[in-house]
């Protein structure tokens, strides 16, 4: 039986760009149970400008999801946050008012999608001195990764992680993006993958997009990116 690990949803409704009911947070969830999956991480946006969450507003929009959610039929779930990686958020996570991963040993970030800051290298070695993994959220939907996957490659060879959002093999982004995510994952540069669920219309893609690994690399390889992999990054190591 499948025991998947989703480490990026957006079911916490009412807090960013995700469910915006608690009929949508319900249909999200039951929609990846049905796909195996045994938990999901919630991982609301931070993101000054645009969404001004704290760790604070998280962690009530987080509470009060969970509690209308407490009579239904839906996986273990647990509370990170997609943190943008800006000054103000980034000194956030060095000063521990961030929301890493549960266990505290890895740290979900996005990008701005046309390019990589040039201090990223070092900012993503502060991360590994603070004792997290830093893991890239949705590579192949930054441009300058289209542009020369290499720069993914490096960043992965200086202790990222990367995070497939799997449903860009389904085309939900484009057809870069999706192009982006089949060369990655050729090239073996994800670590995990996740449903990056924001509407409970999404899991037909997530289903779609597992579909494809599996028929491309057998079943082996979808347990890697939701059960071997997911585990392995909360546990602070990259798995290979």
């Known amino acids: 039986m499948a025991d998947f690990w989703d480490l990026h949803c957006h079911y916490v409704w009412g807090v960013d760009d995700g469910a915006r009911t608690i009929e949508d947070s319900v249909g999200i969830l039951r929609g990846l149970a049905a796909l195996g999956f045994s938990r999901v991480i919630a991982t609301p946006h931070m993101r000054p400008g645009l969404f001004n969450n704290s760790?604070?507003?998280?962690?009530?929009?987080?509470?009060?999801?969970?509690?209308?959610?407490?009579?239904?039929?839906?996986?273990?779930?647990?509370?990170?946050?997609?943190?943008?990686?800006d000054d103000v958020v980034f000194q956030r996570v060095l000063a521990g008012d961030g929301l890493p991963y549960p266990g505290g040993k890895a740290v979900l970030f996005e990008f701005y999608e046309v390019d990589f800051p040039y201090t990223v290298d070092h900012r993503l070695a502060d991360v590994r001195r603070h004792g997290m993994v830093p893991i890239i959220a949705h590579p192949?939907?930054?441009?300058?990764?289209?542009?020369?996957?290499?720069?993914?490659?490096?960043?992965?060879?200086?202790?990222?992680?990367?995070?497939?959002?799997?449903?860009?093999?389904?085309?939900?982004?484009?057809?870069?993006?999706?192009?982006?995510?089949?060369?990655?994952?050729?090239?073996?540069?994800?670590?995990?993958?996740?449903?990056?669920?924001?509407?409970?219309?999404?899991?037909?893609?997530?289903?779609?997009?597992?579909?494809?690994?599996?028929?491309?690399?057998?079943?082996?390889?979808?347990?890697?990116?939701?059960?071997?992999?997911?585990?392995?990054?909360?546990?602070?190591?990259?798995?290979?």
């Open 140 to 240: 192949e939907r930054y441009q300058a990764i289209w542009r020369a996957p290499d720069i993914l490659q490096r960043l992965i060879e200086g202790g990222a992680g990367a995070l497939l959002d799997v449903a860009a093999l389904a085309g939900k982004y484009g057809k870069k993006p999706q192009r982006s995510a089949e060369e990655l994952l050729e090239r073996g540069l994800y670590h995990a993958a996740c449903s990056d669920a924001h509407r409970p219309e999404d899991v037909a893609q997530v289903k779609i997009g597992m579909q494809r690994v599996e028929a491309r690399y057998g079943i082996e390889e979808v347990e890697f990116l939701f059960y071997e992999g997911p585990r392995a990054l909360l546990e602070g190591r990259l798995p290979s």
């Open 55 to 85: 760790r604070k507003v998280i962690e009530e929009a987080y509470a009060r999801t969970r509690e209308m959610l407490a009579d239904t039929d839906i996986p273990e779930l647990a509370l990170s946050s997609e943190h943008y990686f």
